[in-house]
């Protein structure tokens, strides 16, 4: 038995036993596991490794933490209340179409990012309550607006899992926007259809109206929305002139909510923002957590263990690798399983039309962002629609997660025929 | 006080001595360490000089001349443009250490990514460093870094990587990696300071010749070869058939003209220098692999890379001998000597003859800490 299993087993067991048995919190119980994985392989405690492994996420952490503050801030001012009104009033009677557009406004922040969290915690957080007054239970709402995370993430302009995985080859990010369109967009409009349709009634007005806050939109009007504007703006000038607004999403989002304070009801931004921070806090743990995991898996062999293994099976099995494996890897980060498993797994499947294979393996690895314990995609969804237990939104996403499975394997195993079709 | 306040208390004790104990390591990673002016060199200058936009800060690296006793032509070789592809780097420090000049100019560059040795990169568990064993029992110590640029130099990264010239994008992550970023730009990062910075000493010095040293994972289908720009061919072709006839098997790779931003490409447009640029086999670079340690960056041996071997994974061959630092160097080497002589036989009127280098057979057999000079 390899020792690299043996190391293996153990900080997956140190893991499940602080986390379930202990019962501390994700992030400890991640740093628990870690500092048994450097005592057993001979590392000593491997301060540094611990220290180095967690500024992997410092971006991604500071992105999440000033996107929770910018969310609050947009709510505290009353924008996302009046936001509702507007869009239940234009599209009430039209359900089959609001259903999709509500989706595609979802993604948008992620399809412009490339972040999942961006998209559940920004237009995630404006469409979720809307979905809520339309009549769709409250745990399905969570489960469309991670769909629409992660969906968000792969569709272009911006897929960052594809670009790494391109990178990994040298392949440049050129190319990729029709298929990743063909990969996101029809089962968007699937899942926005069979989750909600059933439940979106033909609204009325009356009935709903009193449910909302009315007041502050008829005293604000319009301006409610600048912060929300301002920020979209912002991110779109940040792709199209990086030169004069590339400023990076944190500096993005606390622009907005700085303007937030001005746009509608005053609030208090310290007590806000330490609010939006408390509540961030268990992810942003997670995610430190995370990275000394993946740190002490590199340096102790486990990585490399998992990743021949994955390779080792026999080719009419590849399939099966890569759809067990990439959303397994992707339990501890979606960009990982992207770098570690994703490329060599391009590499394995070099016969195919590359550009088609690294956009279907990014569509993989974006699953990820469903799976526990990170599921960063999954735990704000449950965050933003108020449930404690984030496995509720979870179980509504095993089936869609296997139907992009299923999608993303036919376009690898179709690349090139797919590729001729554009 | 309080239980919960007794708790944070410790907690933030804790933290406190984590960061103190992890931060003494990451200050001790931007010590320099020496390299020895060997024999040949006959000036030791600041790439600020060729832009003096880099004076100051942490893109400004050494630059080592070795002018021959004869003129002829001229020679670049960079290392360390990737700092954790130590071959490329100490083949440099080789060359500095050891070389000298019959004719013409000799410019070398061990650390073009000067940040990138001051610092490794995140969840890579890479060691701090390596050592090697003098042949009078003293030993050298040399920095592991890491792919790209020290982000207390150069941060935030983008979302995603503009390559200035040709607007092609690439993942964020590549706006520190010095080999995307040429020819650079002086109103552009850190990182495409110091592309324009080398940019403007070929320009200026009309250095013929631009050699990148590089090491590539087992894995990644360019590796154990040279990628020439399409003008360095000829020459990158007597090259491999002089390393043939010392049975040293090598790739040759025409430079894409899609992929942007590289020596091989950038180089060749943008200046008169034949670019090209070397790969060698390095498995504590790769996804497969196991244990990572300095052992493995120095002796090259990787049981899950043998094991990816046999699954028929990888790009070059790889048993139980692995790929030693020695083999690694000594390819580059050998190379380098090549490419002095295919040089002096396409341009005969501006010879290059080079020294002192120690050749693969003998590097093999004495070991690299064999050709370092003992610290004074």
Redesign the interface.
């Known amino acids: 038995m390899p020792f690299?299993f043996i190391l293996f087993i153990a900080m997956v067991g140190v893991f499940v036993v602080c986390a379930f048995a202990i019962k501390l919190p994700v992030s400890l119980s991640m740093l628990a596991a870690s500092v048994a994985g450097l005592l057993v392989?001979g590392n000593g405690l491997g301060?540094?490794?611990?220290?180095?492994?967690?500024?992997?996420y410092v971006?991604t952490i500071?992105v999440i933490a000033t996107a929770m503050i910018f969310m609050r801030a947009v709510q505290e001012s009353g924008a996302l209340d009046a936001l509702n009104i507007v869009i239940i009033k234009r599209f009430k009677s039209i359900p089959a179409l609001l259903l999709p557009m509500l989706m595609l406004v979802a993604m948008f922040p992620g399809m412009i990012?490339?972040?999942s969290s961006a998209s559940v915690l920004t237009a995630g957080a404006v469409v979720a309550p809307v979905l809520i007054l339309l009549g769709l239970p409250v745990a399905k709402a969570g489960a469309f607006i991670a769909l629409a995370g992660i969906l968000g993430m792969i569709a272009p302009p911006?897929n960052?899992p594809a670009?790494?995985i391109?990178?990994?080859?040298?392949m440049?990010?050129?190319g990729f926007e029709l298929p990743l369109l063909l990969l996101t967009i029809p089962p968007a409009i699937v899942f926005a259809l069979v989750l909600g349709l059933k439940h979106v009634k033909k609204v009325s007005w009356e009935e709903i109206a009193p449910k909302l806050e009315v007041e502050t939109y008829k005293r604000y009007g319009p301006r409610l929305f600048i912060p929300i504007l301002v920020v979209a703006t912002l991110m779109v000038l940040?792709?199209t002139v990086?030169k004069y607004f590339?400023m990076?999403?944190?500096l993005m989002f606390l622009i907005g909510a700085a303007l937030a304070l001005f746009a509608g009801k005053r609030f208090n931004p310290l007590v806000a923002a330490k609010a939006a921070v408390a509540d961030a806090l268990p992810v942003l743990g997670i995610l430190a957590g995370v990275?000394m995991f993946?740190?002490?898996m590199?340096?102790?062999?486990v990585?490399?263990?998992i990743?021949?293994n994955a390779?080792?099976v026999p080719p009419v099995m590849l399939y099966v690798a890569i759809a067990v494996t990439i959303p397994l890897f992707g339990a501890v980060s979606s960009f990982?399983a992207s770098?570690?498993l994703g490329?060599?797994f391009l590499?394995?499947l070099?016969g195919k039309n590359q550009i088609v294979t690294a956009a279907a393996l990014s569509l993989i690895a974006s699953l990820g962002d469903f799976m526990p314990p990170t599921a960063l995609s999954a735990i704000f969804a449950a965050q933003v629609v108020g449930i404690k237990k984030y496995s509720k939104v979870l179980k509504y996403l095993i089936i869609p997660s296997i139907v992009i499975l299923a999608w993303a394997l036919v376009f690898i195993a179709y690349s090139k025929q797919i590729a001729a079709l554009y | 006080m309080q239980k919960h306040h007794i708790s944070a208390v410790i907690i933030s004790i804790l933290m406190l001595a984590?960061?103190v104990?992890?931060g003494v390591?990451?200050l001790e990673h931007r010590k320099v360490e020496p390299i020895v002016r060997g024999p040949g060199v006959t000036e030791i200058v600041k790439l600020s000089k060729w832009y003096p936009g880099l004076e100051g800060t942490a893109a400004d690296t050494d630059v080592y001349i070795f002018k021959g006793e004869a003129p002829g032509g001229s020679m670049l070789v960079l290392g360390g443009t990737h700092p954790n592809e130590p071959s490329g780097f100490l083949s440099a420090v080789l060359l500095i250490e050891n070389a000298t000049m019959a004719s013409g100019t000799l410019y070398v560059i061990p650390r073009a990514n000067n940040s990138g040795f001051s610092h490794?990169d995140?969840?890579?568990?890479a060691p701090?460093g390596y050592h090697f064993t003098l042949s009078d029992g003293s030993t050298r110590f040399f920095r592991y870094g890491s792919r790209a640029t020290n982000p207390i130099h150069q941060w935030?990264?983008?979302?995603?990587y503009?390559h200035a010239a040709s607007g092609?994008?690439?993942?964020?992550n590549?706006t520190r990696n010095l080999n995307r970023g040429y020819p650079g730009r002086t109103d552009g990062t850190l990182t495409e300071k110091a592309c324009y910075g080398i940019t403007q000493m070929i320009l200026a010095e009309k250095i013929g010749l631009s050699v990148d040293l590089h090491e590539a994972s087992p894995?990644?289908?360019?590796i154990n070869a040279i990628v020439a720009h399409e003008r360095a061919m000829p020459v990158a072709s007597q090259v491999v058939l002089g390393l043939e006839f010392s049975d040293i098997t090598i790739g040759l790779e025409p430079s894409?003209k899609?992929?942007?931003g590289l020596t091989h490409r950038e180089l060749g447009d943008a200046t008169d220098t034949l670019a090209v640029l070397m790969e060698t086999a390095n498995p504590s670079q790769g996804?497969?692999?196991?244990?990572?340690d300095e052992a493995l960056a120095l002796e090259g041996k990787?049981l899950?890379y043998i094991?990816?071997q046999q699954?028929g994974?990888l790009y070059v061959p790889f048993d139980e001998k692995g790929h030693s630092i020695e083999e690694r160097v000594g390819r580059h080497l050998s190379a380098l000597i090549e490419f002095a002589f295919a040089m002096s036989s396409e341009y005969p009127d501006q010879p290059i003859e080079i020294n002192g280098i120690p050749a693969y057979d003998e590097l093999q057999q004495a070991g690299l800490g064999a050709y370092l000079r003992p610290l004074q």
């Not at chain 1, 301060?47 to 992997?56: A, D, M, N, P, S």
């Not at chain 1, 590199?298 to 062999?301: K, R, V």
């Not at chain 2, 092609?168 to 964020?172: D, K, R």
């Open positions: 690299e392989s301060i540094r490794h611990l220290v180095e492994g967690t500024f992997g971006d500071l990012t490339g972040s911006v960052i670009m790494i391109g990178g990994g080859i040298d440049p990010f050129v940040g792709k990086p590339g990076g999403l944190p990275g993946i740190q002490v590199t340096l102790t062999g990585r490399g263990f990743v021949v390779l080792s990982g770098s570690v490329v060599p590499l394995a070099l | 984590a960061c104990v992890a390591t990451f490794n995140p969840q890579e568990g701090t935030p990264d983008p979302d995603v503009v092609q994008t690439l993942s964020g590549e894995e990644y289908p360019v894409p899609n992929l942007r996804r497969l692999r196991g244990r990572t990787d899950y094991k990816a699954l994974r």
